[in-house]
């Protein structure tokens, strides 16, 4: 199928195996970013929407945690493979809705495959263990349960990536589900339900909703149903999300934002390694919350790094996703274009060098040009929130002191980022920086394999890797004898 037959689906809610479309429920526009058109109507979620999911992820509940972990892996290994058989039609849509170019969305496509193959194969892995007991015919076991029907919160800037990682976690688990994915970006999500409904996922394992965001999550966390929270967004929305969570006595996993760091030491070709952050800068038009963005290079090689970096900004294509060619796609909303358009003017206003970009592309569309800024200050808004954009901020340091004092500033502690060649500094700096993860000479953070989440207010607990699904089993201890 050529994405010129494609066309955007019909939105629903998904609840209990069915799919609810919008008669008798308010709705809202989904917006192209590339376009500023709208893409289709999606339907709301009532109290009463909400309440049946709920009640499906409860009811379905016993029977799914009961299902043989070779069974649910196979669901999740079919879910893989439709999801790769009909990646074309997904990737066209995460480009109209989201932004980010075809090229990108293909491979989030294969990251979200790569999430349910992952998780199939570790749902037979979840180990329980024999205590060696005190006294003769005494057996001490500990053993791994599924903690119960979860709420899962996902973001729009990784529409696939995002919600992947928790359902599959969730169902390799034993878990049901009741999701609200983000508003701006649902048929992404719609689509990763399609797919396990067609595996032959059992109805009300995974349940779908979309509506007003804080009266629906306020209704779904606060449910005696819910027994565990994942959530993904800002960290002041995170923040309330764990409040809520915790007056119900439930485990909340938050992964929240960032402004990760980047120290480049004098030791590094500077044009190598302004190449390999450019692209990670740029990647989704810098709306990942691990983008480098503090970038704070040895004051040694600071000049030659700063032109190359600016060089390769000014010279990256921006256009519609769609189109060949295209490197980086519209900002996802207006918020966000409104939001770098007002960084800019900030470090402008406070002494800081443009070197790249800095103003809107057109008046259609969220396009902005890839930007780099020279003569970092402390007190750009840019140096302490996170730009969530194609901004970088550029400063330089001496001392390995003032390096790590630069990176571990904020109080946020996602990702963080080291371009070195010596062996101690990289021990060093790996040791003395404050976050999730830490990557050195390259950028990248998430695989389906490996733990990932931040620390101090960048979150709590991890997603992926066998951690992230120990995040929703509960151990049970029996002695017997």
């Given amino acids: 199928m050529s ?117 199939a194969e570790e749902s037979r892995r979840i180990y329980g263990r024999i205590i060696p007991a005190r006294v003769p015919r005494m057996r001490q076991m500990v053993i791994p349960e599924p903690i119960g029907p979860v709420a899962a919160f996902s973001g729009w800037n990784a529409p696939a990536i995002t919600p992947s990682r928790k359902i599959a976690s969730a ?107 450019i692209q990670a800068k740029l990647r989704n038009a810098g709306q990942i919350c691990v983008s480098p963005t503090r970038m704070i290079v040895h004051e040694s090689i600071a000049e030659p790094f700063a032109r190359s970096l600016a060089d390769h900004a000014r010279r990256w294509r921006v256009g519609p996703g769609l189109e060949e060619g295209v490197q980086m796609g519209p900002l996802a909303n207006v918020r966000r274009l409104e939001a770098i358009q007002s960084m800019v003017e900030d470090c402008r206003e406070r002494g800081g060098r443009i070197l790249a970009g800095g103003e809107r592309i057109g008046d259609r569309g969220y396009f902005f040009q890839p930007t780099v800024v020279q003569g970092y200050d402390d007190t750009w808004r840019a140096a302490n929130v996170e730009p969530f954009g194609p901004l970088a901020i550029l400063g330089t340091f001496s001392t390995f002191d003032q390096a790590i004092a630069e990176a571990n500033r904020l109080p946020f502690g996602l990702a963080a980022y080291v371009f070195t060649k010596q062996a101690d500094t990289i021990a060093d700096a790996t040791d003395a920086i404050e976050s999730g993860a830490v990557c050195v000479n390259h950028c990248q953070h998430s695989l389906a394999e490996t733990p990932f989440g931040g620390i101090k207010q960048s979150g709590l607990g991890k997603e992926g890797g066998v951690e992230g699904l120990s995040e929703f089993t509960q151990f049970k201890y029996v002695a017997q004898c």
Wanted: some cysteine; proline content about 6%.
């Fill in 3 to 119: 994405k010129h037959a494609m066309e955007y689906p019909r939105l629903a809610l998904y609840i209990n195996g069915e799919w609810l479309e919008g008669a008798g429920r308010a709705q809202s526009d989904v917006v192209d970013p590339a376009t500023e058109s709208s893409l289709g109507a999606l339907p709301h979620a009532t109290d009463a929407d909400v309440d049946a999911a709920l009640w499906a992820a409860d009811a379905a509940f016993p029977a799914w945690r009961r299902t043989a972990p070779m069974q649910r892996a196979a669901f999740l290994r079919n879910a893989a493979q439709l999801l790769r058989e009909r990646a074309e039609a997904l990737s066209w849509i995460i480009t109209r809705e989201q932004g980010k170019p075809l090229t990108e969305s293909r491979v989030e496509v294969e990251k979200a495959a790569e999430l349910f193959d992952w998780s």
């Fill in 171 to 277: 169902l390799a688990a034993g878990c049901t589900v009741v999701i609200k994915p983000a508003e701006e970006t649902p048929a992404t999500a719609l689509f990763l339900a399609q797919v396990l409904h067609d595996s032959g996922l059992p109805a009300g394992v995974l349940n779908m909703v979309f509506g007003d965001p804080g009266r629906v999550s306020d209704r779904i966390i606060q449910s005696p149903v819910i027994r565990a929270v994942t959530f993904t967004g800002s960290t002041e929305i995170g923040t309330k999300v764990g409040l809520m969570a915790a007056a119900g006595l439930k485990r909340s996993v938050l992964e929240l934002g960032g402004h990760a760091p980047v120290l480049v030491f004098g030791d590094v070709d500077p044009e190598a390694a302004a190449h390999t952050l």
